[in-house]
């Protein structure tokens, strides 16, 4: 005979202070409450429906910054696709630099669209590759606006550097001019790398994918669950 033992979990505290509370009248499943935070819930194990399971939401992220797409994830975890969907819908991450002061940033574009490849949507940032972190980034076309307002949004965030390194990008050259801005290809290896690194970890930037972003606000959300990944190493 085998005997398996269950350990339950607060879904909202994780709390392992767990009681029961009776049976739920439409279905006659086990309730339990927590001590701690009055939570009520039915054990993962009882669950009829895997979109309910605890767990769900932090394996969805990292299944998201794994390079695997929203059907993907739906037809691996056997639920829907408006799951998947409510839980990129609901993230709220934010990029917070590591440091105010940096030896050297570089600066680059990257390409991606949502809806079709007629819209395009540029991602321009800047990266540290001392610390291998994505710094400050906007979105945006390929042409001055975005670079002004990245210069912009890196002094509003109380950073400052020594020197910063681009490609030659004419916007770039424009929008940093007055400060000690080197140009060549051998100085963005660093930031190239992370591009390359972007393409491979979120499925919207695959390189002839036929996943992509319907809406912006979904394509802008997965790109900073994605950030908030490479810069921390966790979710």
């Known amino acids: 005979m085998i005997q398996i033992t269950i350990i339950l979990r607060c879904t909202c505290c994780q709390s392992t202070n767990i009681k029961k509370n009776g049976k739920?009248?439409?279905?006659?499943?086990?309730?339990?409450?927590?001590?701690?935070c009055k939570r009520q819930f039915v054990g993962d194990h009882n669950l009829t429906y895997k979109g309910c399971h605890s767990g769900l939401g932090n394996?969805?992220?990292?299944?998201?910054?794994?390079?695997?797409g929203i059907r993907d994830i739906a037809a691996i975890e056997d639920i829907s696709i408006s799951k998947v969907l409510s839980t990129l819908v609901?993230?709220?991450?934010s990029l917070k630099p590591k440091q105010c002061h940096y030896e050297s940033?570089?600066?680059?574009?990257?390409?991606t669209f949502v809806g079709s490849k007629k819209n395009k949507m540029w991602l321009i940032?800047?990266?540290s590759r001392a610390s291998k972190e994505i710094v400050c980034y906007v979105w945006g076309r390929?042409?001055?606006?975005?670079a002004r307002r990245l210069r912009q949004k890196l002094f509003d965030l109380g950073i400052s550097f020594d020197v910063i390194f681009s490609d030659g990008l004419r916007a770039f050259v424009s929008a940093f001019r007055g400060l000690k801005h080197i140009i060549g290809k051998?100085?963005?290896v660093g930031i190239e790398g992370n591009n390359c690194l972007l393409r491979?970890?979120?499925k919207r930037a695959f390189r002839r994918t036929c996943n992509f972003s319907k809406k912006l606000i979904n394509h802008i959300k997965a790109f900073e669950l994605a950030f908030y990944y490479i810069n921390w190493g966790r979710i």
């Open 24 to 36: 739920k009248n439409y279905d006659d499943k086990q309730n339990y409450q927590c001590k701690d």
């Open 59 to 68: 394996k969805i992220k990292k299944m998201f910054v794994r390079g695997f």
């Open 90 to 93: 609901g993230l709220n991450y």
């Open 105 to 111: 940033l570089e600066i680059d574009e990257f390409h």
């Open 125 to 127: 940032y800047a990266y």
């Open 142 to 146: 390929r042409n001055h606006k975005p």
């Open 186 to 188: 051998k100085n963005t």
């Open 200 to 202: 491979h970890r979120i």
